[in-house]
């Protein structure tokens, strides 16, 4: 069963579908990874390959294909970005420092280049929480923080990435 959850504010609306089997929280990092990348991932696209992303970016200019995935992908998924690390660029968005640090590490054991962004898990549990199939949304990334308004309620915390060298 699939649900939609829509998302308004700023004068536009965003709809994530959540899947059978999908957390809340996973529907919050899919939300915050098409707000990171301003709109301009897509939500849900086989793309053409064995696995599907949560979002995908068509390449443009000759570069790569950005992919993005809301969750700690499988070490089978990871050999799939090794072999195709010159189309695709992977973006995984986590719950937790201590899960992007451990994903970061098994990245590096497989000479495999990713981007790691990782919330505090307290964070995406309290937005997904509070979420209603309709919500309003606002959300600004800034000086290596989010700060989220959902239904009238802020939310703030820091974003770490491996980028940053924070793991």
């Known amino acids: 069963m699939k649900d939609n959850y829509i998302f ?39 793309a053409g390959f064995t696995f599907k992303p949560d979002l995908y970016g068509e390449p443009s200019g000759g570069g790569k294909a950005l992919w993005a995935d809301c969750e700690a992908p499988s070490e089978k998924k990871i050999m799939f970005f090794r072999s195709r690390r010159d189309i695709i660029s992977p973006f995984v968005f986590l719950e937790g420092k201590d899960s992007g640090r451990a994903l ?21 549990q309290k937005l ?20 989220v308004t959902l239904n009238g309620s802020d939310y703030s915390s820091p974003v770490y990435s491996n980028m940053s060298s924070a793991f």
């Open 104 to 124: 970061a590490k098994l990245f590096r054991k497989h000479s495999l280049e990713a981007v790691i962004y990782a919330f505090e898990e307290e964070f995406i």
């Open 8 to 46: 308004t504010g700023g004068g536009k609306k965003t709809v994530v579908e959540k899947k059978s089997g999908q957390t809340r929280a996973r529907l919050i990092l899919k939300l915050l990874a098409h707000e990171m990348f301003s709109g301009r991932l897509r939500f849900s696209r086989k």
């Open 128 to 147: 997904a929480s509070s979420l209603y199939r309709k919500n309003t949304f606002k959300c600004d990334f800034s000086d290596g923080r989010v700060k």
